[in-house]
């Protein structure tokens, strides 16, 4: 059991970071730190945490896995990624969660964002 259930968790992890890869380089490489992050701090908890933890995730790369497919249907128009949140799972976070959310929110939200990426440009000679 032991050994489905981390195969499990590398295959899932896997797909999410190939998922990334259509996201904007600023939003793919928080995403990517995010997940990182994520999947190694929930890697000793209950089976319960894990059940639902892996839940969470499969839903994440299922909604990703949509938006990419639409994204490369109608790529003429603007990438639009991510979902809201309900109240009702807001009211099942931990304060913990809260902060984390409110953390990510602000990165992914400011005008200056950590990570920005330029087209290179080749020099004149």
């Known amino acids: 059991m032991a050994g489905t259930h981390v195969s499990r968790v590398r295959a899932l992890y896997r797909r999410?970071?190939?998922?990334?890869?259509?996201?904007?380089?600023?939003?793919?490489?928080?995403g990517d730190q995010y997940v990182k992050d994520e999947f190694r701090r929930h890697k000793t908890v209950g089976s319960d945490e894990a059940q639902r933890f892996l839940q969470e995730w499969e839903v994440y790369a299922a909604v990703l896995w949509q938006?990419?497919?639409?994204?490369?249907?109608n790529s003429s128009e603007k990438a639009c990624f991510g979902t809201s949140?309900?109240?009702?799972?807001?009211?099942?976070?931990?304060d913990e969660q809260i902060g984390q959310l409110q953390e990510l929110m602000r990165e992914t939200t400011k005008p200056n964002r950590q990570f920005s990426i330029t087209e290179s440009i080749k020099p004149k000679f």
């Open 16 to 30: 999410i970071l190939q998922l990334h890869r259509v996201l904007p380089p600023d939003l793919k490489s928080l």
């Open 85 to 94: 949140l309900p109240e009702e799972k807001l009211n099942d976070f931990r």
């Open 67 to 73: 938006q990419a497919n639409e994204y490369r249907q």
